[in-house]
């Protein structure tokens, strides 16, 4: 399974975009990259997945370059309620069962 | 829709105790796995189950058991608590679909050995 590092934490501001890269030098082809969110006191919750180029929806963005040796989320105008735990997690799960590795995240702290 | 049922959602042991930690799903995965988490760290996982009657090892199996006797039931038991068992645990649970798929997870047990 392909390691993952992210920054520790962040701080942001209400109303700004926040930008959180994720470096996988060793992601395999049939990996895909997906991100999580955790509240404190609650589950991860699926936010965004992607293989290459850009995917959005309505809670964030990924972009993945063509080498896919990083990926950034992207969450656009924070809220107070974005500050959480976020998770790059990086695999191909049917081929590892579900051996979804998660590694420390980054903490994003979104100031009034 | 219910999705991932843990129960309980907090217990107390003493050291040497033995519990079941229940973990339930409605969504006919064939996936579902038991993570713990420490106080500020990621989730770690502990066994995993890729159908029913098959189960397998994670990172941290050490002082725990599974069994996978439905698609719908996944339970976790601490055999002999000990102090370093002390933990958030949370179980998850996705669909065979490679990759491509999201997992759904629990609202979690935190569980303290005293």
Redesign the interface.
């Given at each position: 399974l392909a390691k993952t590092t992210q920054p520790i934490s962040m701080d942001s501001y209400e109303g700004q975009e926040v930008n959180i890269t994720c470096s996988h030098n060793n992601i395999a082809t049939n990996d895909y990259i997906t991100w999580y969110q955790q509240f404190p006191s609650q589950g991860p919750r699926f936010i965004i997945q992607g293989y290459k180029t850009k995917v959005t929806n309505e809670v964030a963005s990924l972009f993945i370059p063509a080498d896919r040796k990083s990926s950034t989320l992207s969450l656009p105008r924070v809220s107070l309620s974005d500050t959480a735990v976020y998770y790059c997690l990086v695999g191909d799960g049917k081929a590892a069962g579900n051996k979804l590795t998660f590694g420390g995240g980054t903490r994003v702290l979104v100031k009034p | 829709n219910a999705g991932?049922t843990q129960t309980p959602k907090f217990q107390v042991l003493k050291t040497g105790q033995s519990m079941t930690l229940q973990c339930a799903q409605d969504m006919n995965h064939e996936?579902?796995?038991w993570?713990r988490q420490d106080p500020g760290?990621?989730?770690?996982?502990i066994h995993?189950?890729?159908g029913a009657g098959i189960t397998?090892q994670?990172?941290v199996p050490n002082g725990y058991n599974v069994s996978r006797s439905t698609t719908e039931d996944f339970p976790l038991r601490l055999l002999s608590a000990a102090p370093s068992q002390t933990s958030?645990y949370?179980c998850?649970s996705?669909p065979?679909?490679?990759?491509?798929?999201?997992?759904?997870?629990?609202?979690?047990t935190r569980l303290t050995v005293v």
């Open positions: - | 991932v996936y579902m796995s993570y760290m990621g989730l770690r996982l995993y189950s890729v397998d994670g990172e958030v949370f998850a996705r065979p679909r490679g990759g491509r798929t999201e997992a759904f997870f629990g609202q979690g």
